[in-house]
């Protein structure tokens, strides 16, 4: 069965500080990578994929992920955090063989602290 | 460029009662998909048109659940009769069939349903 895991539900960081979202997968073959945000009352955002090339994929407000084969992780990251960040981020994969459906992962909440 | 509309924003209903959601994609863009988000989970996929074919309804509760997209545009989705675990928010996306865009889905802010 295809699945994403978030294995943290909270991240807390203070503003300045550098932050980490992690994300692992388990599907067949070799899928594409997403990272999504979610604000309050709003849909989801999209921040940045990875579908082939270089493992480490820039995105959207200075955020970037890398992709670790071998792990199977598409851990989101950024050098210095805003409390404006501050946000439900979601993982997912889309599997190219399985009608490219997407599965998502349940969500970490990211608290920056001023 | 308009993103994804729906609505209505928010609906409360008793369970056995029946309710529509409504979802305009992005110009433009040939898929359209059908999400539930239950509060503190991820989006799970319920149903994927590609204009105005099913591609993917395979989590779909077809007893209760339906969806249409007639004219390869706007999309409605159907409950009916809804049960109290049907309390969750629902997401509308689309994304193009080509273009650099075509694996990014574009999210609406979603309906907000309380089944009581």
């Known amino acids: 069965a295809q699945s994403v895991a978030q294995p943290e539900d909270q991240v807390n960081v203070a503003e300045g500080n550098p932050l980490t979202v992690k994300c692992t997968y388990s599907v067949s073959g070799n899928p594409y990578l997403f990272w999504y945000v979610q604000y309050p009352n709003r849909g989801l955002q999209f921040l940045l994929k990875y579908i082939t090339g270089d493992n480490l994929v820039k995105g959207s407000y200075g955020f970037e992920a890398e992709f670790n084969k071998s792990q199977t992780s598409f851990h989101l990251k950024k050098p210095s955090a805003l409390v404006s960040d501050s946000a439900l981020y979601f993982c997912?994969?889309?599997?190219?063989?399985?009608?490219?459906?997407?599965?998502f992962g349940s969500g970490t909440k990211l608290n920056v602290k001023p | 460029e308009a993103g994804v509309a729906q609505s209505p924003r928010y609906k409360i209903i008793e369970k056995r009662q029946s309710v529509a959601f409504w979802c305009n994609p992005i110009s433009g863009h040939a898929t359209l998909y059908w999400y539930q988000q239950i509060l503190g989970q991820g989006p799970k996929l319920l149903i994927q048109?590609?204009?105005?074919?099913?591609?993917?309804d395979s989590q779909l509760p077809k007893d209760r659940f339906s969806a249409e997209r007639l004219k390869g545009v706007d999309s409605t989705l159907k409950i009916q009769p809804a049960k109290l675990e049907d309390s969750a928010v629902y997401l509308c996306a689309s994304s193009p069939r080509q273009g650099l865009a075509k694996n990014i889905q574009y999210f609406g802010a979603g309906t907000r349903l309380s089944v009581l």
């Open positions: 997912a994969v889309r599997v190219l063989y399985n009608f490219n459906k997407f599965y």
């Open positions: 048109f590609q204009n105005n074919g099913v591609v993917d």
